[in-house]
C-alpha cells in the first residue's frame, strides 16, 4: 500500500513524453500568484474574520501569513527540483507512495475547485451590489436589481446564484484557448486589483482611530485562532504556482521567485486593508445574548444585522466598497466594487487552473481515466478535464455560500500543506545527492514549523468542516481503491525512462508487490 513509490526520475521522464508547453517567466508567475491570492479572501472574508476576532483579525492575518510563508519555502525546494505539474500530489508520490498521494490529489480537489466556487461566489456578492449602485456614477444609469431567488443559494434564502455560475463558466472558457493567453488576461486584472487596494489603503489609513481597536480580542485568542483557519482562505493560491511548473521557462530560477514573491506581496496588502477597516468603520463582533460571537453565515447573525439595518462591516458582502462610503467616499467604494467584479474572477481562473492540471497529472499516472489527460490537437491545453472541472465549479458556486466553501478549501489545502513539508524532510534523507536549484533554509526548523501550523489551523476549523473533510477522504479510498489502484501505472509495472536514455516507449517490467498482473 505504501511501497508504490513513483520514483522522481520516472515523474520527470514521465512529464518528457506527455509535456505542457513552457511558456511562462518570472513576473508571469509571481502575477498568477498575486491573481491567485488576492481576492475573495480580503475582498469578501474581511468581514467573517471580523466577525470571529474583532480587532484581533489583524493577528489572524499575522499567523495564517506565517504558516503559508514556511510552506512556500517548502514547495519552492520541490518545485524548483521537480518542475512538472501536480503540486504537493507529485511530491507525494515520490515520497510517501501512491495511496498517500492519491488522497494528497483528492484533498487538493477541495482546495482548487471548491475554492474556486467560493470565489466565483463572493464575486457575486459585489456585482449583486455594484447593479444596486449604478445610480451613483451617474443620473442616467438605473439601479438594477437581481431578484433574492437568483442571487443567492438555498442557504442564502435564495434558489441559485446565477452571476456566480455564470461567471465560473466564462473562466472555463478562457482556460480551453490557452495557458499563455489566460496568463496575459490575468496580468491586466492584477494590476486592477492591486489598483484598486492602493487606492483603499491611502483613503482609509490617514482617517484612521485607536479607540477603534479596543477592544482588541473581544472573543480571545480563541476567535482569533478561528478567524486564522477562516482567513488563511485568503492565502491559498500561491501554491498553485507549483502546478504551473512544467509550462514555466527555466522553473529552477523562477519557480522559488513565483512562489515567494507573490506572497510577499499579498501580505504587505492584507495587513495595511485590515488596518484601514479596523481604524475607520470598527470591526466589532455582533454578539449573542450570552456574550458569544454570532457565527458567520448564520441565521441569528443575518437577523441581528437586519436590526441595526446592516451598518457594520460585518453585516456587508462586499466589505471594502462598503466602508469606502462609510467613510466619505462612495464613488471611489464604487470603483472599488467594480475592480473586485473585473479583478475576482482572476482567482477562479487560477483555482481551476490548478485543479485541471492536478487531474492532468493523475490521469497521466493511470489513477483517473487517460482520457482525460487529452490535450486539444489547436490551444495545447488539456481541454477535457477543463471543461468537466468548470461544470462542477459553477454547480458549487450556484447552491453553496462563500464562507462555508472557503472553510471546506482550507481543510485540503492545510493537509496538502503538511504532506508537502513532510516530503522534503524525507528527501533531504532518502535522496540528498540529488539537485536542489533551491534549497529550503533551516529545513530542520522550517518543515517542522509547516507541518504543525497546518495542523493547528486545520483543528481550528468548525466541526461541520471537520467532518466534511473526513466524509470526502472517505470516498476518496473508496475511489481509489475501487478504481486507481488497479489502473495505476506504477501498479501495472509501466515505469517511464528518460527520452535521452532509450528512444522506445516506455516498457513494461515486473509489477511492484501488491501491483496488477498485466492481462
Known amino acids: 500500500m505504501f511501497g508504490r513509490v513513483k520514483s522522481l526520475d520516472a515523474i520527470l521522464a514521465t512529464a518528457e513524453k506527455k509535456s505542457l508547453h513552457r511558456s511562462l517567466g518570472a513576473f508571469q508567475l509571481t502575477m498568477l500568484g498575486v491573481g491567485a491570492v488576492i481576492g475573495t479572501g480580503i475582498f469578501v472574508l474581511t ?65 482548487y475547485a471548491v475554492a474556486a466556487g467560493a470565489v466565483a461566489v463572493g464575486w457575486s456578492g459585489y456585482f449583486v451590489g455594484m447593479l444596486a449602485h449604478l445610480h451613483d456614477y451617474a443620473s442616467y444609469f438605473p439601479d438594477i436589481v437581481i431578484p433574492a431567488h437568483l442571487a443567492a443559494g438555498p442557504s442564502g434564502g435564495g434558489v441559485i446564484n446565477l452571476p456566480a455560475m455564470i461567471i465560473a463558466l466564462l473562466v472555463t472558457i478562457l482556460l480551453v484557448i490557452g495557458t499563455k493567453e ?75 521567485i513565483g512562489l515567494i514573491g507573490s506572497l510577499a506581496v499579498c501580505t504587505v496588502f492584507y495587513l495595511l486593508v485590515a488596518a484601514g477597516v479596523t481604524g475607520t468603520v470598527g470591526a466589532q463582533p455582533m454578539l449573542a445574548a450570552d456574550g458569544h460571537g454570532l457565527a458567520p453565515g448564520s ?71 487517460e482520457a482525460l489527460s487529452a490535450v486539444h490537437p489547436r490551444f ?20 453553496f455560500p ?42 530542520a526548523v522550517v518543515a517542522p514549523l509547516a507541518v504543525l501550523g497546518s495542523v493547528y489551523l486545520l483543528f481550528s476549523l468548525s ?24 489502473h495505476s501505472h506504477v501498479g501495472r509495472g509501466l515505469v517511464e525512462v528518460h527520452e535521452v536514455d532509450s528512444g522506445i516507449p516506455p516498457q513494461p517490467v515486473a509489477p511492484l508487490p501488491g501491483g496488477v498482473e498485466l492481462d
Open 47 to 111: 468581514a467573517e474574520a471580523a466577525q470571529k476576532a474583532g480587532p484581533g483579525m489583524m493577528v489572524s492575518f499575522i499567523i495564517a501569513g506565517i504558516v503559508c510563508a514556511v510552506a512556500a519555502l517548502c514547495y519552492s525546494e520541490m518545485a524548483a527540483m521537480v518542475p512538472v505539474s501536480g503540486s504537493a500530489y507529485t511530491y507525494s508520490y515520490a515520497v510517501m507512495g501512491e495511496m498517500m498521494a492519491w488522497m494528497v490529489g483528492w484533498a487538493l480537489v477541495l482546495e
Open 182 to 256: 489566460s496568463a496575459a488576461f490575468n496580468a491586466v486584472l492584477v494590476c486592477i486589483k492591486v489598483t484598486a487596494l492602493t487606492a483603499f489603503i491611502l483613503l482609509a489609513l490617514p482617517v484612521m482611530h485607536a479607540d477603534k481597536f479596543v477592544p482588541f480580542a473581544p472573543l480571545g485568542f480563541s476567535g482569533i485562532s478561528a478567524a486564522a483557519a477562516s482567513i488563511f482562505f485568503a492565502y491559498v493560491g500561491f501554491d498553485a504556482v507549483s502546478t504551473a511548473a512544467e509550462e514555466t521557462k527555466d522553473p529552477q530560477r523562477n519557480m522559488p
Open 299 to 369: 441565521s441569528d447573525l443575518t437577523a441581528a444585522c437586519k436590526g441595526i439595518g446592516d451598518q457594520a462591516v460585518v453585516c456587508s458582502r462586499e466589505a471594502l466598497a462598503w466602508t469606502l462610503r462609510q467613510i466619505g467616499y462612495p464613488q471611489i467604494g464604487n470603483l472599488v466594487g467594480l475592480a473586485a467584479i473585473l479583478a475576482l474572477p482572476s482567482v477562479v481562473l487560477m483555482m481551476m487552473f490548478g485543479q485541471t492540471r492536478i487531474f492532468f497529472v493523475m490521469s497521466r499516472d493511470g489513477l483517473l481515466p
Open 380 to 399: 495545447k491545453t488539456p481541454h477535457v478535464i477543463t471543461i468537466i472541472t468548470g461544470i462542477f465549479v459553477a454547480l458549487f458556486a450556484a447552491f
Open 402 to 443: 462563500v464562507g462555508a466553501l472557503a472553510d471546506i478549501s482550507n481543510s485540503g489545502t492545510l493537509f496538502a500543506f503538511a504532506m508537502v513539508a513532510i516530503a522534503v524532510l524525507v528527501l533531504r534523507k532518502t535522496d540528498p545527492g540529488r539537485h536542489r536549484p533551491f534549497r529550503t533554509p533551516a529545513v
Open 463 to 486: 466541526w461541520y468542516t471537520l467532518a466534511l473533510f473526513v466524509g470526502w477522504a472517505v470516498v476518496g479510498l473508496v475511489v481509489y481503491f475501487a478504481y486507481s489502484r488497479g
